[in-house]
């Protein structure tokens, strides 16, 4: 006989979760996919001592898949777009004009632009920091500038595109946990991400007011990316007509997944005919990602070439999407057996009586969140988990969906490297060479995203209402 969990209940599975990622993954490096199964299994005992049988959770677990299907086509699809605006040039090319625009005046608030204009080109953050952030943080310290402050710059561009690219693993990721739509959950975005920017540039051109180019040079790494990235591809107006395509279906609200492919079916033609990669190549580039060891120009070494580079480039594919689809996976599992336990309600019905305002319901996602991030220093889990936790109580409250990916991103993907225990953090610290906690007070924009979500929460700006309209369709 099926019965209603007690609030106890309910909260034992996420707990649960909560105590195996802390321990398993923040502490013993575990893979966080087996430990949410382990998760799963806990909650479906949980779900058997509520009277939910097996078939039920199965059917719930394939609710929440099915739910989702379509998103996770679109992450796949990404990096097929990845893969095939990399072997066309289109990426390459913009990251090298964007390297020539460097002026070293202004280092602080170049790292941010020049960064923040890498990471939406690529939909990495990593990639940018690791790569035109080194070169970054050789100019600062030719002009004696400050490298925590040049350091935080740069973790707060990268984080920026990564925020607002459609070619991000965790901007498309907010979306499906939320229930919302790319191109609308980016549009959204911009209420918090662009405040935050503004006031990052701001803090950044105080910053460097006082530096000076005389005698500055241009870094080697960056000379040599440079080289290397001009002697791989031929540049032309052409490698800008995938962007095109995806820039004009997002304007026009196309169908996401048909215009994604068809931005890659040009780049590959692009490819071809133009930089003169076989098919087999293109192809490649597809499934496993673009590598330099596909370029054979007369005179051109690729195993000579630069490991920046190879970083850079090397990248893209529909295996480069495994890990965020496993992990979504495993969390969606965990998550179509407490939903069927009823758990999910139990703990909704437990906040609404809490939850006054819009504002409370968005400083609690903020806080759930953070909680997650600090516990897990994963930023998937850190969109997923509390995605599923609000979902419903976002509807009972009649806010579009969009307002709860949007905080997930201000509050989950950006605040990750924030923390020095998790692998973000320990990545940027270590391709920087400046500590976490050094750089964190210049990563301006991953905290004052958040701030800015809990006060248009509480003013009412910003935040979308379910229409009567929508109501009425959805419920027919």
Request: glycine residues 10%; contains cysteine; charged residues 10%.
């Amino acid at each position: 006989m099926k019965r209603k969990p007690t609030l106890l209940e309910a909260f034992i599975p996420i707990i649960m979760m909560l105590f195996l990622l802390a321990i398993g993954y923040g502490v013993y490096g575990f893979s966080p996919e087996p430990l949410l199964i382990l998760a799963s299994i806990f909650a479906g005992f949980i779900a058997l001592r509520v009277g939910v049988g097996w078939d039920e959770m199965m059917l719930g677990i394939r609710e929440k898949l099915d739910m989702a299907m379509p998103a996770i086509l679109v992450l796949i699809s990404i990096g097929i777009l990845i893969g095939t605006w990399m072997i066309s040039g289109t990426i390459p090319m913009m990251i090298y004009y964007g390297l020539e625009l460097i002026n070293p005046r202004f280092i602080v608030l170049i790292a941010f632009v020049v960064t923040a204009i890498i990471s939406i080109v690529t939909g990495t953050s990593w990639g940018s920091a690791g790569t035109v952030g080194v070169a970054l943080m050789g100019i600062a310290i030719g002009l004696g500038a400050s490298l925590p402050a040049t350091a935080g710059a740069i973790v707060a561009g990268s984080y920026f595109g990564d925020k607002l690219s459609p070619l991000s693993d965790t901007t498309n990721l907010a979306p499906i946990a939320a229930g919302s739509e790319l191109y609308e959950h980016i549009k959204h975005m911009l209420y918090t991400t662009i405040p935050a920017a503004v006031i990052s540039m701001i803090v950044y051109t105080f910053v460097g007011f006082n530096l000076s180019d005389n005698g500055v040079s241009t870094p080697e790494e960056t000379s040599a990316m440079l080289q290397t990235l001009g002697e791989m591809f031929d540049w032309n107006l052409l490698l800008l007509l995938p962007p095109i395509v995806v820039l004009y279906g997002s304007i026009t609200k196309k169908p996401t997944l048909p215009t994604i492919i068809f931005s890659s079916i040009l780049a590959g033609i692009i490819a071809n005919l133009y930089q003169g990669f076989s098919l087999t190549d293109i192809f490649a580039s597809v499934v496993t990602g673009f590598d330099v060891s596909m370029v054979n120009k007369p005179g051109f070494d690729s195993e000579g070439v630069i490991f920046e580079v190879t970083r850079l480039v090397n990248q893209g594919g529909m295996q480069s999407m495994t890990s965020v689809i496993l992990i979504a996976f495993s969390a969606f599992a965990f998550a179509g057996i407490i939903t069927k336990a009823g758990a999910l309600d139990v703990i909704m019905d437990a906040l609404l009586k809490v939850v006054k305002k819009t504002g409370d319901l968005i400083l609690s996602t903020v806080a759930s969140c953070i909680t997650m991030a600090l516990v897990t220093g994963n930023s998937y889990l850190s969109i997923i988990v509390p995605g599923e936790l609000f979902k419903e109580t976002y509807k009972k409250k009649n806010l579009q969906a969009k307002n709860l990916s949007r905080t997930l991103e201000d509050s989950g993907t950006v605040v990750v490297p924030l923390i020095p225990w998790s692998s973000a953090g320990v990545y940027m610290a270590g391709v920087l060479g400046v500590p976490t906690l050094s750089y964190a007070p210049w990563a301006i924009l991953c905290y004052t995203g958040f701030i800015i979500a809990i006060i248009l929460g509480y003013t009412g700006i910003g935040i979308k209402k379910i229409s009567e309209e929508s109501r009425k369709e959805k419920a027919s």
